[in-house]
């Protein structure tokens, strides 16, 4: 049997963070999935538009080799109903969402993978702006 590993972001401003991590999701299993947080969710999460759009940011995820399928992830609050409906035997999310997530151990195995040091959408967002 496949085993389909699932994880979330946003995404914005890809980076090699992203990326690493994208990569050792997919070392958890044979199939990768990835939910790609919408725009309106960022609003409320973060208090401000991402750089890229939803459709943007999930054609970039979309592209990228260790990826099978995306989706748009409409809430923080619908993890459970999105690890049933694509039959994830692992949730992977970055060490900075470590233990948020443990509820889900009855169902999945849940992977918190440390983050790339010194790299971030924000750090990048103010790097950019300051060149300008
Ligand atoms: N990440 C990383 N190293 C970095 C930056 C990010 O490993 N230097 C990881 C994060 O830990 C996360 C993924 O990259 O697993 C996506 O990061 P974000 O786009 O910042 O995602 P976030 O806004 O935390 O959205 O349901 C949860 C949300 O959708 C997660």
Redesign the pocket.
């Known amino acids: 049997m496949a085993r389909t590993v699932l994880?979330?972001?946003?995404?914005?401003v890809f980076?090699v963070?992203?990326l690493?991590?994208i990569e050792r999701a997919a070392l958890q299993g044979d199939r990768l999935v990835v939910?790609v947080?919408s725009d309106a969710?960022?609003l409320s999460?973060?208090g401000r538009e991402p750089v890229f759009s939803q459709a943007e940011r999930l054609a970039i995820v979309a592209a990228l080799k260790p990826v099978d399928e995306v989706f748009v992830?409409e809430s923080?609050e619908l993890?459970r109903h999105y690890i049933e409906q694509y039959a994830a035997d692992v949730l992977v999310?970055?060490?900075?969402?470590a233990g948020r997530f443990d509820e889900f151990e009855d169902i999945c195995e849940v992977v918190y993978?440390?983050?790339?040091?010194a790299?971030?959408?924000t750090a990048l967002i103010e790097k950019i702006s300051d060149l300008a």
């Not at 999310?93 to 969402?97: E, K, N, Q, V």
Request: hydrophobic residues 25%; charged residues 25%; without cysteine.
């Open positions: 994880t979330f972001g946003t995404f914005d980076h963070g992203h690493r991590v939910g947080s969710l960022n999460k973060k992830e923080l993890k999310m970055g060490d900075d969402w993978l440390p983050r790339t040091p790299i971030s959408t």
